[in-house]
């Protein structure tokens, strides 16, 4: 280790938080609610169509065809990522029906700020909202990809917008992401609403996997991440992006308590992945931030 070698000593890690101490993780809850599409879409052919006018295109996984392995017991997506593609002037991102896709701004090839994959069978989220039970320990997401693709879900791609729709573990979720008109701002906005009797404890998690640049293999090693002393927001800048190294990218929740964690090997684990970050089995997030955290 060159780090090693210089300090001549080995860094001990960071000490994580405390692990979540739930009642039953195999707590049953609810089963899916019935979500389907509107019975008067125009030109339907089994996977989504139009609502009457146009404003909307309503997309809701089937049960058979689609772009899963035969094996796979999941709902079946359209055979290749439909995409809305939202922006202002200034900037935007893509949303697939599967789940949060690119965002960028100023320049949507060099200045990409969660990746790109461009894989039309996989669709890999690069941004991911979860949400976790407190008291079970189970978590999804309010998305197809990567956690809800065993939930009928109902995906409207808008002028703008798109929203999906859920309905389980005995909740109604409901997320919506969209731009502001002018501003360089993409706000994701989650709904929930308990369809049952029994109090519930919730948290919501945001993932963005940075590039701030061109190529996540090439940007992620020069991210550097900080605190904004004032709001608390976590930042993440890229000096070495030659067109855009002034430019300082932040993500932000409007509730507290929250915490946050600029090391992507603290939330993913080791050799982690999305389907199963490691920072869902523990209380918070550990605060920790700064450069070299985030390379793939």
Known sequence: DARAERTGHLEQPAELPKALSVSDKNEKTSESAVVSLPPDLQFPNGLGGFTPGGREYHIFPSLSGGRQPPESASLALPPAPWTNVIANPVGGFLVSESGLGCTWIGNS????????????????????????????????????????????????????????????????????????????????????????????????TFFASWVLGTVQDQAAM???????????????????????????????????????????????????????????????????????????
């Not at 706000?187 to 919501?204: E, K, P």
């Not at 004032?230 to 509730?255: K, M, P, R, Y």
Request: glycine fraction near 8%.
């Open 222 to 296: 020069n991210v550097r991440t900080a605190l904004d002393p004032e709001t608390g927001a976590l930042l993440a800048s890229n000096s070495f992006n030659a067109d855009f190294s002034s430019q300082v990218t932040f993500a932000e929740v409007n509730h507290r308590p929250r915490t946050v964690t600029g090391d992507r090997t603290e939330f993913l684990g080791r050799n982690g992945s999305v389907t199963r970050p490691a920072a869902l089995g523990r209380l918070d997030l550990s605060g920790r931030v700064g450069p070299g955290l985030v390379p793939r």
């Open 109 to 204: 090839q060099q200045n990409r700020l969660t990746p790109w994959s461009n894989d039309p069978v996989s669709d890999p989220p690069g941004e991911v909202v979860y949400l976790r039970d407190e008291t079970s320990g189970v978590f999804w997401t309010p998305t197809p990809r990567p956690l809800g693709q065993q939930t009928p879900t109902r995906v409207r791609h808008g002028q703008g917008y798109t929203i999906f729709e859920q309905s389980n573990h005995g909740l109604a979720q409901e997320l919506c992401v969209f731009v502001t008109a002018a501003d360089p701002i993409k706000v994701i906005r989650l709904r929930v609403r308990n369809q049952g009797s029994q109090h519930r404890r919730l948290s919501a």
